[in-house]
């Protein structure tokens, strides 16, 4: 077996926050990528328009810098826990990791789920203390739970050896002593040349494995992934071996290697690299790329299953149509089926009617970003509620359970361990950080935390943190009594005015503001009541000739409350459905009149499809 010394390959892993994009561009800047005068702003590898807008990673994207004529290839991943498919989608072109740990936070669920996938791949981990500029920051304390967490994933005796560095991503430094004044973060690319293993290769014809796949309108599609076995070059005749073990043949276009944000044009790449190749048109992420006379598959990316599910349908609003460019059944159909092609952990499905999808992700945030960037690409559709995936094992009914931990003070535990103990969570630990700064631990059900984001930002008053990561499934533990309200639902077609929403504003609180055209069974305000109420909020105050002294006082609203997208899914009921358009969202009930509704009292033990079936 040879080595690359010439070449490291490592991944960028945390749980989410914990500073792993600005570690990048403190590395990228550093290593001067860039030219003197070029500006480059801030989480440089959050390229995409929704990561810049929330401020986190969603796609795991590569990087590389050179340092002492060292190529390192950095792989930046998410820390959500909903792009866990993110991370085992990549992580086997590194050979070792850098572990963040924030220096106040600790180590979080989602340090865990990644770190235990680097030590199932072997990677050689360096743990990285990072913001340590903070204050009332932990250290000490933090080495010792990460030290623990190790001891707890740790296969064999050398990954309890782990290099430990501390840093401030921020002000672009790293040490290796607490303590020390930093001035660079020289210090820990030296630790990555000397502690992360130069990549192994083995000798023999071709062979490299498909880890992204990107697009170019010019180029076409884009194979990204590292070669484990042999060279590349432009022009070669290769082999794709997919995932039924069928063979296709192509000729390689271009090859690129990674600098910066740059790809450069090579005119070959060798094993131990990580690439990008164009030629291959149907070429799929798992994929090998091999030589034609010894097509072997490389072992396929293992990625977890999805937890939750949500119907994506034609809109079948009496507004359909009116503000998408896609909006037909063929086209949502389209678009679903090619996300599959690079969101790996995504299901999709048809159901029995023909004009609605059963979508399965790994949680609200994942599908909800895909159902933002449709939108934004210019299609019309609506959702269902999300549901947790159900299924039987061994006869017995089974669902996802996850680890919730929340972040607060003090005041709000009293509440929030009543809203949770009513979805079924079960608190599993509690401790005080000192500063009145509480964590807690839960289990609960899936279920239990659909609509539960919303309810815990008001209750807390957005002073609390919550997280969460998939567990396993359990038995089924029963259902789970309605945790929200009735709704205002408008009772005719027309423009919302002041008058009517002032009238529907004494029921309850409102979601729209004058002049938005509403129509019969859209959803414009909440209640205090289990019962919907139908509100005719176009209604007109009648004229009439007498002046009275009070009645043309203007009537001042108080401010709708507007729910964002994540709000909107997380906030309707399995009998409602947000309506999603390039322009709007609205919310609305499946059953759009009063006279249907009553006659079609929702149950909720009816599944998502029967329930679509119920609709149509
Ligand atoms: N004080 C301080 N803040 C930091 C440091 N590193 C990162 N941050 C801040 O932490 C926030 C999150 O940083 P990111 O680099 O986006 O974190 P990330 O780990 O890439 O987050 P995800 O990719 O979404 O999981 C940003 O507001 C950063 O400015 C640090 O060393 N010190
Ligand atoms: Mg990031």
Not at 117 to 133: E, R, T
Not at 317 to 333: A, I, K, N
Not at 449 to 468: H, Q
Not at 573 to 582: A, G, I, R, S, Y
């Amino acid at each position: 077996m040879n080595y690359r010394s010439d070449i490291r390959n490592i991944a960028i892993i945390a749980h989410v926050d914990h500073g792993k994009t600005t570690l990048v561009d403190a590395m990228l800047k550093q290593s001067k990528v860039f030219r003197d005068n070029q500006v480059v702003g801030e989480l440089i590898m959050d390229s995409n328009t929704l990561e810049r807008e929330k401020g986190i990673t969603i796609m795991a994207k590569n990087t590389a810098v050179v340092y002492k004529g060292v190529k390192i290839n950095i792989i930046d991943t998410p820390g959500h826990a909903d792009f866990s498919g993110e991370v085992e989608r990549v992580i086997s072109m590194a050979d070792g990791c850098l572990l963040l740990v924030d220096s106040i936070e600790g180590p979080m669920p989602q340090t865990k789920f990644v770190l235990h996938q680097a030590m199932g791949k072997g990677l050689k981990p360096i743990v990285v203390i990072n913001k340590i500029d903070r204050e009332n920051s932990r250290i000490a304390e933090i080495i010792r739970l990460t030290q623990d967490l190790f001891l707890e994933l740790a296969t064999s005796a050398d990954q309890l050896n782990f290099p430990l560095l501390y840093a401030s991503a921020r002000d672009g430094f790293a040490v290796t002593e607490q303590g020390m004044k930093g001035k660079d973060i020289f210090p820990l690319l030296e630790c990555i040349l000397e502690k992360v293993p130069p990549p192994q290769i083995e000798s023999g014809p071709l062979q490299m494995l498909v880890s992204n796949l990107d697009y170019d309108s010019h180029k076409g599609r884009i194979a990204i992934g590292r070669i484990w076995r042999g060279k590349i070059a432009p022009h070669d005749s290769v082999a794709s071996v997919s995932s039924d073990e069928s063979v296709t043949n192509y000729e390689i276009g271009e090859v690129f290697t990674y600098l910066g944000l740059k790809r450069l044009k090579v005119a070959e790449a060798e094993a131990g690299d990580i690439v990008a190749v164009t030629g291959l048109e149907k070429v799929s992420i798992g994929d090998t790329i091999a030589s034609p006379d010894r097509p072997e598959a490389l072992p396929r990316i293992e990625i977890g299953e999805p937890t939750i599910e949500m119907t994506f349908g034609v809109n079948t609003s009496p507004f359909g149509g009116r503000e998408g460019r896609f909006c037909t059944t063929r086209q949502l159909r389209e678009r679903l089926y090619r996300e599959l092609e690079t969101n790996l952990s995504l299901r999709v499905e048809d159901t029995d009617s023909p004009d609605t999808f059963l979508v399965k992700g790994r949680g609200e945030l994942h599908l909800a970003i895909l159902i933002e960037t449709m939108r934004r690409e210019g299609y019309e559709f609506e959702v269902s509620m999300p549901e947790a995936i159900t299924k039987i094992v061994d006869g017995n009914l089974v669902e996802p359970v996850e680890a919730l931990t929340i972040d607060t003070k003090g005041e709000y535990v009293g509440v929030l361990t009543e809203m949770l103990s009513k979805r079924q969570a079960q608190l599993s630990d509690m401790h005080n950080n000192g500063h009145d700064n509480i964590r807690l631990e839960f289990h609960i059900p899936t279920k239990g935390l659909i609509g539960f984001r919303s309810a815990f930002l008001t209750a807390t008053r957005g002073e609390g943190i919550m997280n969460t990561i998939f567990l396993g499934y359990e038995p089924w533990r029963g259902e789970i009594a309605p945790t929200r309200g009735g709704v205002l639902v408008a009772s005719e077609q027309g423009i919302a005015v002041t008058y009517g929403l002032n009238n529907a504003q004494e029921r309850g609180v409102t979601f729209i503001e004058p002049g938005t055209s509403v129509y019969e069974g859209m959803i414009v305000g909440i209640n205090s009541r289990l019962q919907d109420i139908p509100v005719n909020i176009c209604k007109e105050k009648k004229k009439t000739n007498i002046r009275s002294s009070t009645s043309d006082i203007a009537v001042k609203l108080t401010h709708p409350i507007k729910l964002s997208l994540e709000q909107s899914i997380d906030f309707i009921n399995n009998d409602e459905l947000v309506e999603v358009t390039p322009k709007n969202i609205r919310l609305r009930k499946k059953l759009l009149t009063h006279a249907q509704r009553l006659r079609n009292i929702a149950s909720p033990r009816r599944s998502i499809k029967a329930q679509t079936k119920a609709c149509h």
